[in-house]
Structures are given as structure tokens and as C-alpha cells.
């Protein structure tokens, strides 16, 4: 009988085994590789929290969880490094890059290199960053739509901005407006997710920006369900406690006046005829209007930034669908209160933080951060925007971004809240 139980154990084992072993396999020669790296070490000391090591345990995980990280721990030391060859291939391709996009070179680039002795100051700077997204996700007083549910809870489709680069052990969530094309094409270039006549970009302006924002160019969580079932929160959890998360975000003021400028002030089909059309519609009173963006704009007639405002605060926006990602707040992209980003980027400090970043996730010798662009929509220009914007519009939209603002230590605008 003892004997019989010990056979179909070992039956049972050996079934659960080959089914992981199916799963490693398919990952692999996928886009992506299910092998776990360490993330780099947070900075020691009271404010920060030491990164997990391989060598470290995994605190208390489910049985499932701890089966899996123990299984797949077994690949980590052969698979954590990129071959010396890449290596040497990525950095003689890392030099300036050429700039081939015809709208890229228009809008200009900073060649000026940045100095580089502030690590001490970035330490300082991630150490308070962190601290100020933690004590207000921890306070029962602070409160927004969201942040009391778990990650279990967030949908699978509310995870499509997590990008996983299984190679070096990165996960990013990209906010558009806030430099997501170069960071995704960085992420391109790390794992190796896309080819060029055969051969992985080395380079991350050589890759086009309709490849960059091709969603089949990158491994995101909310695609986990259809690769592992049943695995996939498991598999995410097991991630995002070994990876280096990081997320770059931005004044959200200047955030929604750079969408604007770039979805409305520019001949969009796409926006135009999703956005525009019901917004001239509805705001401006028009009846009659054009069907193309190329017709509309050659008889003058565009959506205004008051249009804009209107739309975002009108509670039928939202019940009709969700906020288009551009304008979507950084805690319904994100997930701040739920997930424990090792790196807090920001747009305003973009320069300094890339570097501190590529260092620290020791992949700076692989390749660089694509150069700023010059023409950044200014935090100055927040007066000229909601200049003719009424009072009580500028307070209502601050409801709405309070918790942006809040979570990443943006000051409230008060020149713009008050008479």
C-alpha cells in the first residue's frame, strides 16, 4: 500500500515537473526568458530597502510560489550574464547614435554630456522619493480611487504597461509623456526583443518609433495569462519581488498640456476621430464637423485646451471608457501602493536620473540614454495654459491629479487654485 502511494507521488511529481519544464522551454524561445536575475542593491540605510539577493531568502511565499522560485533559482548563476561577445557588439554600438527618424531629428537633441559626479546626490534623491510614495500609501488618511485593493485585485488588463526584460532582470512601467518611446527602446535593445536583418539592435535610436510602440515588441504582464494560466500572478509576484522596477513620471499638470500639444495641436487621424470630433461636439457646440483631421485643421477648426479640461471633468468620460493612457492618471498605469519600485525616475531631472539608473542596473557599459529633447514643455508655461481656464475647473482637475501630485512629491500648484 506505502509502495503504491510512493508511485503515484513520484507520478504526480514527475507530471508537475515535465509541465514546468514545457513552460521554460516555450519561454525561452519566445521573446523573453523565464530565468530570474538579482536586481541591483538599493542604497544601505534607514531610508532604503537592500535589494534581494539570489542567496537571500524569499520571505514567506505560497507553496506554489516557493516551488517556483526554487525550480527556476536553479538557472539563475548560468543565465544572469550577457555572453562577453554581446557585450563587446552593444558597446561599439552605444557610441552617438544617428538620428534617422525625420521627426526625431526635427525636434533637436541636447549633445551635451552632463556631469556625473552627483551619485551621492541621486542616493539622497531615490531615498526621499521612496520614502514620500511609501508614508502616503500608508496613510489611512490619504485616500484615492484604488489604493486599498491588492495587486491580486488589479485586472490583467490594468498590468499591459509593465514591461519585463527577463534578461537582465528589469521591470519598467512606462507613463506615456514622460519619455516611454527611449525607455521602451532601451528595453528593446536589453532584451534583445526585436531584430534588425537578423541581428538584436544594439542601438536604441536606430529602432523606428512604430516598432517602439508595437505591442507585440514587448513582454508585459497582462500577457502573462495567456503564456503561463494559472501561473501567471504567481510568476509575477515571484518577479517583482527579484526585479528592479522602475518607472519615470512628471509634473502632472505639464503632463496633460504635452498631451494635448501633441495629440491635438498636431494632425492626429487616430485622436482626432476617437478624441477630437466628440469633444467639438460636445464643448464647442459644433454640429457639422469634419470627418478627417487634415480637413478640419485646413478650415481652422481644433479642439481647444478648455475642450480638453471639459472632456477630463466630465463624469461621462469615464462611463463611457477609461482615460486614455496619455492623460491617465500614474497610479492607475502604475500601480505605486501595490508594487515596490526600486527607482523613481522623474522627467524633470531626466538626464541625471538615466545615468544613475543604467549604472545601477550595471548596464551602462551596454548602451546610453537617447539625449533629452530641447523642446520639453516647460513647467513655466502652466500660468499661459490655464490662464483662461476658470477657478473652479483648475480645482476640480487638481481632484483629479491630487494623488500624482501627492505620491511623487510634486507641490501643489497653488498659483493656479487660488483667485
Known amino acids: 500500500m506505502t509502495k503504491a502511494r510512493l508511485l503515484r507521488l513520484s507520478v504526480v511529481l514527475v507530471s508537475v515537473f515535465m509541465i514546468l519544464l514545457i513552460i521554460v522551454y516555450w519561454d525561452n524561445v519566445g521573446t523573453a526568458h523565464f530565468y530570474l536575475h538579482t536586481s541591483f542593491s538599493r542604497p544601505h540605510s534607514s531610508g532604503a530597502i537592500p535589494g534581494i539577493t539570489a542567496g537571500e531568502d524569499w520571505e514567506a511565499l505560497p507553496d506554489v510560489d516557493e516551488f517556483l522560485a526554487k525550480l527556476l533559482s536553479s538557472n539563475l548563476k548560468q ?6 561577445k554581446t557585450e563587446q557588439l552593444l558597446v561599439q554600438g552605444s557610441s552617438k547614435p ?6 526625431e531629428n526635427v525636434r533637436g537633441y541636447d549633445w551635451s554630456t552632463h556631469n556625473a559626479r552627483n551619485s ?17 500609501c500608508a496613510n489611512s488618511s490619504f485616500t484615492f480611487p484604488t489604493k486599498e485593493r491588492s495587486f491580486d485585485d488589479i485586472p490583467n488588463y490594468e498590468l499591459n504597461h ?3 526584460d ?6 519598467y512601467c512606462y507613463v506615456p509623456k514622460v519619455a516611454c518611446t527611449n525607455w521602451k527602446r532601451v528595453m528593446i535593445v536589453l532584451s534583445e526583443s526585436l531584430l534588425d536583418q537578423g541581428v538584436p539592435y544594439r542601438n536604441p535610436l536606430d529602432i523606428p518609433r512604430e516598432h517602439v510602440h508595437n505591442t507585440s515588441t514587448h513582454l508585459t504582464f497582462n500577457k502573462f495569462w495567456r503564456r503561463y494560466g494559472k501561473f501567471s500572478r504567481h510568476l509575477m509576484k515571484i518577479k517583482l519581488k527579484k526585479y528592479t522596477k522602475f518607472l519615470f513620471v512628471r509634473d502632472p499638470f505639464v503632463r496633460l498640456i504635452s498631451a494635448f500639444r501633441s495629440k491635438f495641436e498636431l494632425e492626429n487621424e487616430e485622436f482626432y476621430r476617437r478624441f477630437a470630433i466628440p469633444m467639438l461636439k460636445l464643448y464647442s457646440n459644433h454640429t457639422n464637423v469634419p470627418t478627417s483631421v487634415s480637413e478640419a485643421f485646413g478650415a481652422g477648426l481644433k479642439v481647444s485646451f478648455s475642450d480638453f479640461i471639459q472632456y477630463l471633468l466630465d463624469p461621462r468620460t469615464e462611463k463611457m471608457a477609461p482615460f486614455n493612457e496619455h492623460w491617465r492618471q500614474v497610479y492607475r498605469l502604475c500601480h505605486p ?12 531631472t531626466l538626464d541625471e536620473d538615466a545615468a544613475y539608473l543604467l549604472q545601477l542596473l550595471k548596464v551602462d557599459r551596454l548602451l546610453r540614454f537617447p539625449p533629452s529633447y530641447r523642446n520639453r514643455t516647460a513647467s513655466s508655461w502652466e500660468d499661459d495654459w490655464f490662464a483662461k481656464i476658470p477657478l473652479a475647473w483648475r480645482q476640480q ?5 491630487e494623488a500624482d501630485f501627492v505620491l511623487f512629491g510634486y507641490p501643489k500648484p497653488e498659483n493656479l487654485l487660488k483667485d
Open 166 to 171: 527577463d534578461r537582465h532582470g528589469i521591470i
Open 98 to 103: 544617428v538620428v534617422s527618424n525625420l521627426e
Open 397 to 401: 482637475l487638481y481632484k483629479l491629479y
Open 120 to 136: 551621492l546626490d541621486q542616493e539622497k534623491l531615490q531615498i526621499e522619493r521612496q520614502r514620500t510614495l511609501r508614508e502616503f
Open 337 to 348: 501602493c501595490q508594487i515596490d519600485y526600486d527607482f523613481i525616475g522623474k522627467l524633470e
Open 162 to 164: 509593465l514591461i519585463v
Open 79 to 84: 543565465n544572469s550574464s550577457i555572453p562577453r
